[in-house]
């Protein structure tokens, strides 16, 4: 059993953040059931079992379908496939709600998916997600807080961002949607000051999403001028913020600067301090080091043109990612790492090493055989059992947006 899944079996019943009273009382209620504590699969489909037998009107089926969404999206494959169920019904409760909390506790939802499944799915996003969420915006924007209806377009945008990438016919409109992030980080600009933690993750999120060096830089600003104490608690976004800056040199030609060799050195300065810093106490136990070692490897790669350096890094990834290390307390300053955010970590490394050894030689001889074997092995361990999923690197800022939205509660604050 995965360390993840153990830390579920042992007690920990993972619960969304509620707005209203209603919706308090309803989680508070659902948390009584042991079939959230046990958190294996049987158990979540009975917690099912007890939701969908109780009338439709009442919030505590809501409340339980989404505590299960909860559990199954901190898990990996395929209990994230089957939370898209769970956040359907308990989305379509909440959004019959009236008022401002209610709205809040429906937008929280839509937030959740969003970030913790649809972000981690390494599946295309569905044709038709964009334009549902900006739908979602509409109708529940004129009853938001406006941090939250911020947070709903943010999301929108992320979600339309996805969109355009998944599909390979049609163009991707970059200047319009760069208008938009530019329009909503402006809104993020002024008035309240709760808005700054929010600026923070949209700087970070469509900086790297929308290919816009600026904003990665303001990102980096941000998180890497915090105060020890404040960086112990946003240490997955330094190091974030410092892979993603980094990784602008191996953009695609014609959406990026033209890069020199001061630039690639700058990118390999930056990645050495994220990688130094995920060694440091109190993370050296986590499993924070992934994300450097899987960067350092692709610029090797791609950047300095060093197969056998690359070649070390990306197994002593793989080697950290087998590492059977259990994950950390949520309100503990060491980032805690779900089972599903190290499950795509460790999935990006293995594409990425296998593409390598596919184009390497060893003594005259293809190490077709060796890529083959480590494909297999990421079958193993980290896809799901459906056939016509093709296997896709998720980007490191997903990955850590999930995180920030599990760690959080949902993403609007």
Not at 227 to 242: E, G, M
Not at 326 to 339: G, R
Request: charged share 20%; with cysteine; aromatic share 6%.
């Amino acid at each position: 059993m995965q360390a993840g899944a153990r830390a579920v079996a042992a007690g920990a019943c993972r619960l969304p953040r509620a707005r209203s009273a209603a919706f308090r009382e309803a989680l508070q209620q659902a948390a009584a059931l042991p079939e959230l504590h046990e958190g294996s699969t049987a158990a979540l489909q009975r917690a099912e079992q007890v939701a969908d037998a109780l009338p439709s009107s009442s919030l505590l089926p809501a409340a339980i379908h989404a505590a299960v969404a909860e559990q199954r999206s901190w898990l990996g494959e395929p209990h994230l496939t089957a939370s898209g169920g769970n956040y359907a019904r308990a989305r379509t409760t909440l959004g019959q709600q009236t008022g401002a909390d209610g709205r809040r506790d429906w937008a929280a939802c839509v937030n959740a998916e969003a970030a913790q499944r649809t972000g981690l799915r390494w599946s295309g996003v569905s044709a038709d997600a964009g334009v549902q969420m900006d739908a979602d915006v509409e109708r529940g924007g004129s009853d938001l807080a406006e941090v939250e209806a911020l947070g709903l377009k943010w999301h929108a945008l992320l979600l339309s961002v996805r969109r355009h990438l998944d599909a390979d016919a049609a163009p991707v409109p970059w200047t319009d949607m760069r208008q938009r992030a530019q329009r909503l980080l402006e809104s993020l600009s002024v008035g309240e000051e709760s808005f700054e933690a929010l600026r923070g993750r949209a700087l970070l999120t469509l900086g790297a999403a929308l290919r816009v060096p600026d904003y990665l830089q303001a990102a980096l600003v941000r998180y890497d001028s915090r105060s020890p104490s404040d960086a112990r608690a946003d240490a997955f976004a330094q190091v974030t913020a410092l892979c993603e800056n980094a990784g602008v040199v191996l953009w695609p030609e014609g959406q990026r600067p033209a890069p020199s060799a001061a630039d690639a050195n700058q990118s390999e300065s930056l990645l050495t301090r994220a990688l130094e810093l995920a060694k440091q106490p109190p993370y050296a136990d986590s499993f924070l080091s992934l994300m450097p070692l899987y960067h350092l490897a692709i610029f090797f790669d791609r950047a300095r043109n060093d197969p056998i350096t690359a070649e070390g890094l990306f197994r002593a990834c793989l080697d950290r990612a087998s590492a059977d290390t259990l994950a950390a307390p949520l309100d503990a300053d060491v980032p805690a790492f779900s089972p599903a955010e190290r499950q795509c970590l460790q999935r990006n490394a293995m594409l990425a090493y296998a593409s390598l050894l596919q184009r390497v030689e060893w003594n005259g001889r293809r190490r077709t055989a060796d890529a083959e074997a480590v494909h297999q092995q990421m079958r193993r361990q980290c896809l799901p059992p459906i056939a016509d999923q093709r296997p896709v690197i998720t980007p490191t800022w997903q990955i850590w947006h999930a995180h920030a939205c599990r760690r959080l509660g949902d993403v609007t604050w």
